[in-house]
């Protein structure tokens, strides 16, 4: 059974703090996306890391993909009340094939 | 602004009822997939269509069946529903060529009640 690992599940902390959340997976991915899910909506792509190593920067958010391509983390820079919701990793296998992580529900206090 | 839209945000229905979820997507993406969304499980896939009358079993597609008799509308049906079948379920579409970079797009959802 393919698994990817998110971590933590929820997190909550202050405006202006920094977090990091964690993607991992023992298989390899062509590609992984990361998804932010507000409540009464559907998940919303923020970024797709393809290359082993690369690092993605989305204003405050970078997202970095592992060299061997089997993990991935989210880091947020300063985080702000709107950086509220559902974080949702995906690691692609193919345009039909995807291996979602359970989520980590973040909370930003002002 | 280009969209994924599901006939109902909110329904409830009662344990046997024969329940049809719909789903259209304006954006002529070949690839539609049906999830199922619960707390600390993620989104499962149940089934997907990557062409007209074709489909194709997820993780999860006991209880469920599916159509897609055009492109741009798929269709989930609950055969006879059941109280473990109440859950968020959500439709996605994507483009075959440019979907692994350009990932999903997906509905609201539509948060299913079954009692």
């Known amino acids: 059974t393919q698994l990817l690992e998110q971590s933590p599940q929820f997190l909550s902390i202050q405006e202006g703090e920094n977090l990091t959340v964690y993607c991992n997976s023992s298989?390899?991915?062509?590609?992984l996306q990361w998804y932010r899910q507000e409540p009464g909506e559907g998940p919303v792509l923020l970024v797709t890391?393809?290359?082993g190593g690369e690092v993605k920067k989305l204003k405050r958010l970078t997202f970095q993909f592992g060299d061997a391509r089997k993990d991935s983390s989210l880091h947020i820079t300063a985080a702000q009340p709107g950086d509220t919701g559902l974080y949702l990793c995906?690691?692609?296998?193919?345009?039909?094939?995807?291996?979602w992580g359970a989520g980590t529900k973040l909370i930003i206090k002002p | 602004d280009v969209k994924v839209t599901q006939s109902s945000r909110y329904l409830v229905k009662r344990t046997g009822e024969k329940v049809f979820l719909e789903c259209v997507q304006d954006m002529d993406h070949e690839n539609m997939f049906w999830y199922r969304q619960d707390p600390g499980l993620g989104l499962r896939l149940i089934y997907f269509s990557y062409d007209v009358k074709m489909k194709e079993k997820g993780d999860i597609p006991e209880g469920y069946s599916v159509s897609r008799e055009k492109k741009e509308r798929f269709s989930l049906i609950l055969e006879s529903a059941s109280t473990n079948q109440t859950s968020m379920y959500l439709c996605?579409?994507?483009?075959?060529?440019?979907?692994?970079?350009?990932?999903?797009?997906f509905g609201s959802g539509t948060r299913l009640t079954v009692v």
């Open positions: 890391v393809v290359t």
């Open positions: 995906a690691g692609v296998y193919s345009n039909y094939q995807l291996i």
């Open positions: 996605a579409s994507n483009n075959l060529r440019t979907g692994t970079v350009y990932g999903y797009t």
């Open positions: 298989s390899v991915f062509s590609s």
